[in-house]
T-cell receptor, first 118, second 116 residues
């Protein structure tokens, strides 16, 4: 069965410092991995995804994530945090389908609240 | 392109009633998924529809049901509401091309359901 874990409920970082939001996953096949961000009273917005290829994926708003197959991790990173990055971040995983007619669920992590102090 | 729209944005119901929520996906998107978001349980997958067929289902009781129409619009219904059904219900759509499941989802703003 698929699963995804975000071990930190909250991450606090000073503005200008690098940030990391952690995510680990478990799937039976090759994973499709996603990061989403949720601002207050809004739906989720897509940040980036890993499907295949380069392990370092670049996304919106200066975020990037590194896929590590041996550690089954997909941590979200940003070199220099902004106060406006403060939000709730979700990691999600989907198992690769075994055929077009098959389907796998997308599973979201519990979310990590990122707080950037000025 | 217009984003995913959900109606209504806010609902207040009492226990035992039923409710229907509506979702209009982005034009051209045939996959629609529904999620329940609560502070305690996080984001829980309800079901996914593709071309009017339920393709996947989460672990929710049968009181939760959904459907998708030929224009890809989707509705979800909750019957016999319970206090614990109070949540933000999010709808998401995605485009599926030649390779399924690799595309990101676009989320609507959600419907805030309060059950009294």
């Amino acid at each position: 069965a698929q699963s995804v874990a975000q071990p930190e409920d909250q991450v606090n970082v000073a503005e200008g410092n690098p940030l990391t939001v952690k995510c680990t996953y478990s799937v039976s096949g090759n994973p499709y991995l996603f990061w989403y961000v949720q601002y207050p009273n809004r739906g989720l917005q897509f940040l980036l995804k890993y499907i295949t290829g380069d392990n370092l994926v670049k996304g919106s708003y200066g975020f990037e994530a590194e896929f590590n197959k041996s550690q089954t991790s997909f941590h979200l990173k940003k070199p220099s945090a902004l106060v406006s990055d403060s939000a709730l971040y979700f990691c999600a995983v989907r198992d690769a389908p075994k055929g077009y007619s098959s389907a796998s669920k997308i599973i979201f992590g519990s979310g990590t609240r990122l707080s950037i102090r000025p | 392109k217009a984003g995913v729209t959900q109606t209504p944005r806010y609902l207040i119901k009492t226990r035992g009633q039923q409710v229907t929520l509506s979702c209009s996906p982005i034009s051209g998107h045939r996959s629609v998924s529904w999620y329940q978001q609560t502070p305690g349980q996080g984001l829980q997958f309800l079901f996914e529809y593709f071309s009017e067929t339920q393709r996947n289902k989460g672990n929710f009781p049968g009181r939760f049901s959904g459907r998708q129409f030929s224009n890809s619009r989707s509705e979800m219904n909750v019957s016999t509401l319970e206090l614990g059904d109070s949540a933000l219900y999010l709808c998401a759509s995605s485009f599926e091309g030649a390779v399924a499941f690799i595309n990101e989802q676009f989320f609507g703003p959600g419907t805030r359901l309060t059950v009294l």
